[in-house]
């Protein structure tokens, strides 16, 4: 069944291409089939142990799912359905309908063959077609292909140069591609191999999941490619580094003494990329970049988990790793929805949307209290994990950093929220309408899995618990989970069914306390109706508020700002570019020049051939 | 179905205690001030005729949905908090929900009000309340980072997270924490004062500059809710010092005697003090606090 999935995906991919020169109609239904169709598939029929195996050309290649696999599947799939559902509604009118579709479904396809891999081959051929899929899909635009588009490839390509070096290194100790016996051998490698392998395999996964400071083709990426894409992109591709990074953090080094450091060093990058992240994001003015850098930030935070590596930690990492998925996927599908009603996804032009777009303001709302990790959504439950985990390991400096960035992420999702729909609403806005149902109704179903992650994480602590115990974590029973309690390692818990019960009957309380006789007494007025010291405003004057937004707070972090990674990495280009320059000056290129480079040669050749010979 | 009753009581007679005493002490604190101003200044009731006279207006006008929600969604964070965090020893009325929550649970539910209302606040237009919730907001991030550390450092040093352990661990040793665990009480009465948006922290409403900042478009009952609320979560705050720090309260009297006299520390120090701007509030919480807040963890770690 394995390569049946894989077969129908590709097969999709070449129809839904081809069906645009026929008919748009068909084409939208075929796109929708081959994702839905190899995903339904993949849910029915595809278990734990039934492993597929070919060989080509010598090489033993192998298809097949672990529990562990299998979470990571269930993000891809789930929101690549979604996103699907939105796409053609999205693409609707849009030029190159086919090339999206097509590398698409070819994403998909490639993400779920790398959690089918079962060896080092395979994996590395999904990887280079998710790698090649996804950069065509950044220069879908066609804007910014220099910039962008050459900093995406180039970190790719470091990414992927160096799992490749790792795969030829293993081969070559191990003579076989298999991961399992890459697993089984690690433990007796040379201590140089067991350090140089991780090394070379983080960076190659560290790339996709945006580490600090393999990250700066994210925010160019992210906000490069369209919105309907990007999703999938910070949602689930961005997952598969997570992926990678498991395998070699949990079943590669927690069998060997160095391990202990690789985590710290680990954990503490992902701190570290937390902060950037959330600094950078603040500082933002577009909303696909801000989301970005959000991106980059909330993976930092799934890594410290993944670095720390004990039971609760992991646990912690992969919950936000799908929570991560559910609301950020929301978000940038909610800017697609605005930037395709609007035109635009910049807080200094959009503003006042909330009462022209009220089903993507509470997509958006739920999803961003949810990234904020905020109770009662699933967000929280993430977090609290994440805290409990660092406080019970002892790490109790990474718990300030973490919590920093946490506190300051408030800053970003309020500006989310009030620049796109809150604050005065203006003319030139007055005609928007609420994007068309089939872009809405996956958002809505997105963030309504946030919130009950945030009441029954049992749910899906169910499946991570299985994935954890595929990778060998006996341990999980001290949490074990029942649907809607956590626990820590002290014992401390939170029941979050009363929480949840308690927080619903306080608002409706009050709700109706306020709203019920103020809906019939009061009317609505326009912004610009309010009290401005005692004045009422004209018609003409501006009381948009959009531009500094987070003016005071980035003069208090200024300092921390002045410093950037992708300076340092634009001076390293520059330098490489002035020898190349310089490289220049001797392969002219001209056919004279290198005919004169011969004959000196052989001159000097013949002028000292007495002392050379 | 009668434990169901009795716990939801006991909700209701803890929150009417809680907006009794925060409103008390918020006409409290303008008498003090006037006095330390030489001024005559209200009586100590005058928050009750004024909540009293908001509760009974009635509204004209509205900016849309989001503006009836904001003050309920800061309701809930005020409720949740004073139901979560015990306010007496071991008295069956207050229970509520102690042991359903912990102290990370805390942090977060008391910024989901803060945040909702901000949403509120933003549909008005008013672009003096948007200024303010960033202000807010850009403040919080100062003088969380002291209050967590003090927080880190308490939870290290008793292996707990537990509020309610963290109080027990106080009868069983006979000593308040705010002595055996310094460094982490003076860092966290330090974040206090930004907590309570006393001068010179008073940057969120700035009477002069923002006139009144997020709540500036808000009035009758709106404003009321709003009123209620941050007595009740002034209360709420309160508790909490006086739990972590000095071993909670066995009555109602020790508890008003206890919480008044912290309250007294960011209100004394309002009074004497002019308003900073944003970024050296923040400044300010990320100097000394911290400092204070670090050496909490290192006392925490070596002891």
């Known amino acids: ?613 | 179905m009668n434990e169901l009753w009795f716990d939801i009581m006991g909700a209701i007679v803890t929150v009417i205690v809680a907006f009794v005493v925060g409103i008390t002490y918020m006409g409290l604190s303008r008498k003090i001030t006037a006095r330390v101003q030489n001024r005559k200044g209200p009586p100590f009731y005058q928050n009750f005729i004024d909540a009293l006279k908001l509760a009974s207006k009635t509204s004209a006008i509205h900016h849309g949905f989001m503006q009836h929600v904001g003050p309920a969604f800061m309701m809930i964070t005020s409720i949740m908090s004073v139901l979560i965090i015990p306010v007496l020893r071991g008295n069956a009325w207050f229970v509520n929900l102690n042991f359903h929550g912990d102290l990370i649970f805390i942090l977060y539910i008391m910024v989901f009000g803060p945040l909702g209302m901000a949403l509120g606040a933003g549909q008005t237009g008013n672009p003096n309340s948007a200024i303010g919730v960033t202000r807010g907001l850009s403040q919080m991030v100062g003088f969380e980072i002291p209050w967590v550390m003090a927080l880190v450092a308490l939870m290290m040093q008793y292996h707990t997270t537990s509020i309610v352990d963290l109080m027990n661990v106080q009868i069983q040793s006979g000593m308040w924490l705010m002595f055996s665990s310094p460094f982490a009480f003076i860092a966290a009465v330090m974040a206090m004062l930004g907590m309570f948006r006393y001068s010179p922290f008073d940057i969120v409403g700035a009477p002069q500059e923002l006139a009144s900042g997020p709540m500036s478009e808000n009035g009758g009952k709106y404003l009321f809710t709003l009123m209620s609320s941050g007595s009740i979560f002034a209360f709420a705050k309160l508790t909490l010092y006086v739990d972590l720090f000095m071993g909670g309260a066995g009555n109602l009297v020790e508890l008003v005697i206890k919480t008044f006299a912290l309250y007294l520390i960011p209100m004394l120090y309002g009074v004497t003090s002019p308003r900073y701007r944003t970024e050296q509030s923040i400044r300010w919480f990320w100097g000394w606090p911290t400092f204070f807040g670090f050496l909490a963890i290192i006392y925490a770690v070596v002891f």
């Open chain 1, 1 to 613: 069944m394995n390569y049946i999935i894989l077969v129908v995906f590709l097969g999709g991919a070449l129809l839904t291409f081809f069906a645009g020169k026929i008919n748009n109609v068909l084409q939208d239904i075929l796109f929708l089939a081959s994702i839905l169709v190899p995903a339904s598939l993949f849910f029915a029929y595809v278990h734990a142990g039934n492993i597929f195996n070919l060989t080509l050309g010598g090489i033993h290649l192998s298809l097949g799912i672990n529990a562990m696999s299998w979470l990571f599947a269930l993000i891809v799939l789930g929101l690549g359905s979604m996103a699907a559902f939105y796409s053609v509604s999205f693409m609707k009118g849009k030029e190159r309908r086919g090339y999206f579709y097509f590398n698409f479904i070819l994403t998909i396809m490639a993400m779920t063959g790398i959690l089918m891999s079962r060896d080092l081959v395979s994996f590395f051929i999904f990887w280079e077609i998710m790698t090649w899929s996804s950069y065509l899909m950044t220069v879908y635009n066609g804007k910014d292909v220099q910039t962008v588009g050459i900093k995406y490839f180039v970190f790719s390509a470091i990414g992927a140069y160096a799992m490749l070096m790792a795969i030829v290194v293993i081969h070559s100790i191990n003579g076989s591609f298999m991961i399992e016996d890459l697993v089984r051998s690690f433990p007796e490698m040379p201590v140089n191999m067991q350090i140089l392998i991780p090394v070379l395999l983080l960076t190659g996964f560290g790339v996709k999941a945006a580490i600090m400071p393999l990250h700066v083709w994210a925010p160019g990426a992210y906000s490069n490619a369209p919105m309907a894409y990007t999703s999938i992109f910070s949602g689930a591709l961005s997952k598969m580094g997570i992926y990678g990074m498991v395998i070699v953090m949990v079943s590669l080094l927690s069998y060997v003494p160095e391990g202990y450091w690789f985590r710290e060093v680990i954990a503490w990058m992902g701190g570290i990329t937390a902060v950037i992240g959330t600094l950078w994001a603040i500082k933002q003015d577009d909303a696909k970049k801000l989301l970005a850098y959000s991106s980059i930030a909330q993976l930092g935070y799934i890594i410290v988990g993944i670095g720390i590596g004990t039971p609760l930690a992991m646990m912690a990492g992969l919950f936000l790793a799908v929570v991560h998925a559910l609301f950020k996927g929301t978000l940038f599908l909610a800017v697609g929805a605005i930037e395709r009603q609007t035109g635009t996804s910049n807080f200094r032009e959009v503003t006042g949307l909330i009462r022209k777009m009220p089903w993507t303001f509470v997509a958006s709302l739920i999803s961003i209290i949810s990234l904020a990790g905020i109770p009662p959504m699933g967000g929280f439950v993430g977090k609290w994990m994440l805290y409990e985990s660092l406080l019970t390991s002892n790490h109790y400096l990474l718990v300030i950093v973490i919590f920093f960035s946490s506190t300051a992420a408030f800053l970003y999702c309020y500006k989310f929220l009030f620049g796109f729909f809150l604050g005065q609403e203006e003319k030139e806005w007055a005609n928007v309408k609420e994007a068309p149902v089939l872009m809405v109704v996956p958002m809505l179903i997105l963030s309504f899995f946030s919130f009950l992650l945030g009441t029954y994480p049992g749910i899906i602590l169910k499946p991570i618990d299985a994935g954890m115990q595929y990778l060998g974590y006996g341990i999980t029973q001290n949490h074990l989970w029942q649907t809607s309690v956590i626990f820590n390692t002290w014992g401390n818990q939170v029941v979050l069914q009363p929480l949840l019960y308690s927080i619903i009957a306080i608002f409706l309380f009050f709700l109706i306390f306020l709203t019920i006789k103020s809906f019939k007494q009061t009317r609505y007025v326009t912004t610009k109706d309010i009290s401005s010291s005692g004045e009422v405003p004209k018609e003409h004057e501006n009381l948009t508020f959009s531009v500094d937004f987070m003016q005071p707070f980035m003069r208090a972090v200024e300092p921390v700002m002045r410093r950037q990674i992708d300076k340092y990495y634009t001076g390293l280009a520059n330098g490489l570019e002035a020898l190349f320059d310089f490289m220049r000056k001797i392969y002219t290129g001209n056919g004279q020049t290198y005919a004169i480079y011969v004959i000196v040669f052989v001159v000097i050749l013949l002028l000292f051939k007495d002392i050379l010979f």
